[in-house]
């Protein structure tokens, strides 16, 4: 009986195998129609790989054009004709405003007033104290007044005048008592002192008044060239600096010339009231040298008299 039911059992076997093949593809159908919503999510989400080219030497498809830019506003460009090339002194004169070109005029003439006097009180200055020594050299060796205008007669300088002024009082106070006689004279000496101080410093107070002001003339034509160099930025659109700084620099160059006038002035200025202080002093001297001598021919009289009354 166990024989024949072997038999009987592997006889079966053939035809049972094609049934479980049968149901394992079934099965794997029925596990990949599952899988299939998964695998296209992933593959929504993921970038997929470009697979590589199967011959390398094959040509590539044209890559896409880029997108045009979006066109941004350029700043306008400058031409370089209407720019000043020559930066020298004398080209931003010529390419300054109306304004600053007045402004540097007026401050060079000024420059121009401030040598010239500086000249002119410097060589009268000179010559002046010269006289006015060798006048005092003679007053100091002369005995008498009258002696001393004798040597004098012949100029004209402050000198001869204070010594003229002295004689001409003592003439005309010939029949005066003496007691008021020197200080008749002193105010003489002192009118003809004060007018020769004012005569030897005019012209000085110009110098003064370029040294103050000269300065903020310049400053003037510096902001005035400021403005008009911001103008022209407004009016070129552009904030370029070849536009703003050839304005620039003709506004500066008045300040320079503002400075080279001024102090200059101030300068002469000082040297020239210290030599008219000078001046001053020596005529103050020459009046003491004129009294003395009055002094002594006063003197001189009163003792003539002294002994004629003996």
Do not use: C
Request: hydrophobic share 50%; charged share 15%; glycine share 8%.
């Amino acid at each position: 009986m166990q024989t024949a039911t072997v038999q009987n059992s592997s006889r079966a076997d053939p035809r049972r195998r094609p049934r479980k093949a049968i149901a394992l593809i079934l099965a794997g159908l029925l596990i990949g129609s599952a899988l299939a919503p998964v695998a296209m999510a992933q593959t929504a989400t993921t970038p997929a790989e470009q697979p590589a080219p199967a011959n390398p030497g094959a040509a590539s498809p044209p890559a896409a054009a880029p997108l045009p830019a979006a066109p941004q506003a350029a700043e306008p460009t400058i031409g370089g004709a209407l720019l000043p090339r020559d930066l020298s002194p004398l080209g931003m004169f010529l390419h300054a405003d109306m304004v600053v070109k007045a402004v540097l005029i007026g401050l060079a003439f000024a420059s121009f007033v401030t040598w010239t006097v500086f000249v002119a009180k410097s060589v009268e200055l000179r010559n002046a104290r010269s006289k006015v020594r060798r006048a005092l050299r003679i007053l100091a060796g002369a005995a008498t007044l009258g002696q001393a205008a004798e040597q004098l007669h012949k100029r004209t300088d402050a000198a001869a005048q204070l010594v003229g002024a002295a004689v001409t009082e003592i003439r005309l106070s010939a029949n005066m008592p003496a007691d008021g006689l020197k200080e008749r004279i002193v105010l003489q000496l002192e009118r003809i002192e004060v007018a020769y101080s004012r005569k030897i410093s005019l012209g000085t107070g110009v110098l003064a008044t370029i040294g103050s002001t000269a300065p903020f003339v310049g400053l003037f034509g510096t902001v005035w060239g400021i403005m008009d160099s911001f103008i022209g930025i407004s009016n070129a659109h552009t904030t370029n600096l070849a536009v703003v700084a050839p304005g620039i620099a003709e506004a500066l160059l008045a300040t320079a010339f503002g400075l080279i006038a001024a102090i200059p002035a101030v300068v002469i200025y000082n040297a020239l009231a210290r030599a008219t202080a000078h001046y001053r002093i020596l005529l103050g001297d020459v009046s003491a040298q004129v009294m003395r001598l009055v002094s002594r021919d006063l003197d001189r009289v009163k003792l003539k008299l002294g002994l004629a009354a003996e």
